[in-house]
C-alpha cells in the first residue's frame, strides 16, 4: 500500500517540480526514452536504504539546462551541473513525501549525473514511472530498492 501511495506522490512531484523549475511539461506515457540519453541518480544514505534516477534522451536535459541559465550556448558541464541541481531539488521533495509516510528521517547523497542509462549495481527496480514531455522527449524516474540475496 505504501509503494502504491509513494508512486502516486513521487509522479505528482515529479510533474509539479519539472514544469516550475525547468519549464517543461511532463505527462505519463509507456515510450522508454531511447536515443541519446543522460541519467542523473542519487542514493539515500540514511533511513530508508533506497535510491531514484532519472533517465531521460539529451535533448529534455538539454532544454532544462536552458530554462535555469537562460542561455542558448551551452557546455556539457552546464548540462550536468543544472541537472544535479534539479535532481537535488526533486530529491528533496521525495524525502519529504517519504518522512511524511514513514516517520523515518532521510538523507540522501550528492546528485550524480551520467551520459547514457544508469543501473546501480545491487538494487532492483521497485517502480518505474514513464513520461513524455510537451515536445515529445521520453523520460522515466526509477525508484530502486536494494536486492536481497539468498
Not at 517543461?24 to 534516477?53: H, K, N, W
Not at 521525495?94 to 551520467?114: D, E, H, N, S, W
Amino acid at each position: 500500500m505504501i509503494q502504491k501511495g509513494l508512486k502516486e506522490n513521487f509522479d505528482q512531484i515529479t510533474r509539479e517540480v519539472t514544469e516550475w523549475a525547468a519549464g517543461i511539461c511532463l505527462c505519463q506515457g509507456d515510450s522508454f526514452p531511447t536515443g541519446d540519453l543522460c541519467t542523473v541518480y542519487v542514493a539515500f544514505e540514511r533511513g530508508i536504504q533506497t535510491s531514484v534516477s532519472f533517465c531521460a534522451e539529451a535533448s529534455l536535459f538539454m532544454r532544462l539546462t536552458r530554462f535555469l541559465l537562460q542561455a542558448e550556448e551551452l557546455t556539457f558541464q552546464d548540462v550536468e551541473d543544472s541537472s544535479k541541481e534539479y535532481f537535488n531539488i526533486l530529491c528533496g521533495y521525495f524525502a519529504a513525501q517519504m518522512f511524511q509516510m514513514t516517520k523515518v528521517p532521510l538523507r540522501f547523497g550528492i546528485p550524480v549525473f551520467y551520459p547514457g542509462r544508469y543501473v546501480p549495481e545491487g538494487y532492483g527496480e521497485e517502480f518505474v514511472i514513464c513520461y513524455t514531455s510537451d515536445r515529445n522527449e521520453n523520460a522515466q524516474l526509477i525508484y530502486y530498492t536494494p536486492q536481497i540475496v539468498v
